[in-house]
């Protein structure tokens, strides 16, 4: 049992109903307490100028546990999580070995669990092993707790077996979460087709390679009936796709990293690809664009970090050998604050509720909210001060970044998990 927690002189916001107040947050026994209830706590926590609000929420993490600890493991991640604000995050299942049997979900649970840090739902593989060729036993994987359905890193090449993992997904109330790759257009392409990858001279891949399997998930989740998620959503096309899914009443949401909103192909450097080396890769200004407008007409719902660690000497194989992805967890949210709330694209709110409540309606989780009884999942946001990102303080084993250096609005001061203290950037505010 954790002991009473009051959080003093905060400004509440509520992601559920939008409200904006300030006041004082009760925590006892790990939940949001009435204020009325009397309660000494044993802990103070100083939120004079901070935001309290409901911890972030992220879907799409890379831990490489097991198989991958080189470059990042459960313990690191979490704290890495835990420094971004993020109290839950959504394991990857390209591990090795993959999260394609109980036994492994069940290793992950309970090393997040150990770790306590931020809350590891572990996500299930769609086929076998990841090899595409076979339906996984999703009915085991999800009774060992897998929070969703993915191949992440891999598409599901057969549109039959990809039917039938949807009509599955649809018994068991899981939602299906697709990488969206053809393959076969991709070829050996390591960045966006387009002027920029003539100018670097490196094989493109074009935005279609994304679109054509955007187009068809849509199609089987409307004849299915059952719930599919886009990740690392990077194209106009697949923008639109989505939207007018969407409004036929087709079960279909997208999410957006924070890197494909800061940044297009125009800033790729073909010598440095741990920062720039991503799949789907940076893409043009007009898909830049369409991601921003579907992000504040509600096309997408959620905000992901794709956080994706490597070792250096991995990273420096050169553009067309080295591994794709970046982290993001510690930046993610000073990244999309600054691009979306400080440029005046969204509300405080409604940039809230990307990495919260919509990030939880894609699980089928209850919304985050800050009402009497809600889990004390909570973050502390300092939405007033500037900081230069400098990946030797992440705690994170890696540094593939393109963030370094960068000026940012906005980081976690504190990190609330079930009424625990997990981060405090400053000491000095906990008495």
């Given at each position: 049992m954790?002991?009473?927690?009051?959080?003093?002189?905060?400004?509440?916001?509520?992601?559920?109903?939008?409200?904006?107040?300030?006041?004082?947050?009760?925590?006892?026994?790990?939940?949001?307490?009435?204020?009325?209830?009397?309660?000494?706590?044993?802990?103070?926590?100083?939120?004079?100028?901070?935001?309290?609000?409901?911890?972030?929420?992220?879907?799409?993490?890379?831990?490489?546990?097991?198989?991958?600890?080189?470059?990042?493991d459960?313990?690191?991640?979490?704290?890495?999580?835990?420094?971004?604000?993020?109290?839950?995050?959504?394991a990857?299942?390209?591990?090795?070995?993959?999260?394609?049997?109980?036994?492994?979900?069940?290793?992950?649970?309970?090393?997040?669990?150990?770790?306590?840090?931020?809350?590891?739902?572990?996500?299930?593989?769609?086929?076998?092993?990841?090899?595409?060729?076979?339906?996984?036993?999703?009915?085991?994987?999800?009774?060992?707790?897998?929070?969703?359905?993915?191949?992440d890193?891999?598409?599901?090449?057969n549109a039959?077996?990809?039917?039938?993992?949807?009509?599955?997904?649809?018994?068991?109330?899981?939602?299906?979460?697709?990488?969206?790759?053809?393959h076969?257009?991709?070829?050996?392409?390591?960045?966006?087709?387009?002027?920029?990858?003539q100018?670097?001279?490196?094989?493109?891949?074009?935005?279609?390679?994304?679109?054509?399997?955007?187009?068809?998930?849509?199609?089987?989740?409307?004849?299915?009936?059952?719930?599919?998620?886009?990740?690392?959503?990077?194209?106009?096309?697949?923008?639109?796709?989505?939207?007018?899914?969407?409004?036929?009443?087709?079960?279909?949401?997208?999410?957006?990293?924070?890197?494909?909103l800061?940044?297009?192909?125009?800033?790729?450097?073909?010598?440095?690809?741990?920062?720039?080396?991503?799949?789907?890769?940076?893409?043009?200004?007009?898909?830049?664009?369409?991601?921003?407008?579907?992000?504040?007409?509600?096309?997408?719902?959620?905000?992901?970090?794709?956080?994706?660690?490597?070792?250096?000497?991995?990273?420096?194989?050169?553009?067309?050998?080295?591994?794709?992805?970046?982290?993001?967890?510690?930046?993610?949210?000073?990244?999309?604050?600054?691009?979306?709330?400080?440029?005046?694209r969204?509300?405080?709110?409604?940039?809230?509720?990307?990495?919260?409540?919509?990030?939880?309606?894609?699980?089928?989780?209850p919304?985050?909210?800050?009402?009497?009884?809600?889990?004390?999942?909570?973050?502390?946001?300092?939405?007033?001060?500037?900081?230069?990102?400098?990946?030797?303080?992440?705690?994170?084993?890696?540094?593939?970044?393109?963030?370094?250096?960068?000026?940012?609005?906005?980081?976690?001061?504190?990190t609330?998990?079930g009424?625990?203290?997990?981060?405090?950037?400053?000491?000095?505010?906990?008495?």
């Open positions: 954790n002991q009473p927690l009051l959080i003093r002189n905060g400004r509440l916001l509520d992601p559920v109903t939008g409200a904006l107040t300030t006041g004082d947050l009760l925590i006892v026994d790990g939940r949001i307490a009435p204020s009325a209830i009397p309660h000494p706590p044993s802990a103070l926590l100083d939120a004079s100028g901070l935001v309290v609000a409901p911890g972030l929420m992220d879907l799409h993490v890379h831990l490489r546990e097991p198989g991958g600890e080189a470059a990042e459960i313990a690191t991640g979490s704290l890495a999580a835990a420094r971004g604000g993020f109290t839950t995050v959504v990857m299942p390209n591990t090795a070995p993959p999260h394609a049997t109980p036994e492994v979900l069940q290793r992950v649970l309970r090393r997040g669990a150990e770790v306590g840090l931020t809350r590891v739902l572990p996500s299930g593989c769609v086929t076998r092993d990841r090899k595409g060729a076979e339906l996984a036993d999703l009915a085991a994987l999800a009774a060992a707790g897998a929070a969703a359905f993915t191949d890193g891999g598409v599901i090449p039959a077996l990809l039917e039938q993992a949807l009509r599955e997904c649809r018994r068991l109330g899981k939602v299906l979460m697709e990488h969206a790759e053809d076969a257009l991709e070829k050996a392409g390591v960045m966006h087709e387009g002027e920029h990858s100018r670097c001279q490196l094989p493109g891949i074009p935005a279609r390679a994304e679109a054509l399997i955007v187009e068809r998930d849509i199609a089987l989740a409307g004849a299915t009936g059952a719930a599919v998620h886009i990740q690392h959503v990077s194209a106009a096309e697949s923008v639109e796709l989505i939207r007018a899914g969407r409004a036929r009443g087709i079960r279909v949401t997208g999410e957006v990293t924070p890197h494909h800061a940044l297009t192909d125009a800033d790729v450097q073909p010598d440095n690809p741990g920062a720039y080396k991503m799949n789907p890769p940076l893409r043009s200004a007009r898909d830049r664009a369409a991601l921003l407008a579907g992000l504040c007409d509600g096309t997408l719902t959620c905000l992901a970090t794709d956080h994706a660690p490597h070792t250096a000497e991995a990273k420096a194989r050169g553009f067309l050998r080295a591994p794709s992805g970046i982290i993001g967890l510690e930046t993610a949210l000073g990244v999309t604050y600054t691009e979306l709330v400080k440029k005046g969204l509300a405080l709110p409604a940039w809230l509720r990307l990495w919260t409540t919509g990030p939880a309606a894609v699980l089928g989780l919304p985050p909210g800050l009402a009497p009884g809600a889990v004390a999942d909570l973050v502390l946001l300092d939405l007033e001060s500037d900081w230069v990102v400098n990946p030797a303080e992440f705690a994170t084993k890696s540094s593939n970044t393109p963030f370094g250096g960068w000026k940012l609005t906005g980081r976690a001061a504190a609330v998990l009424g625990r203290l997990t981060w405090l950037a400053d000491a000095a505010r906990k008495r």
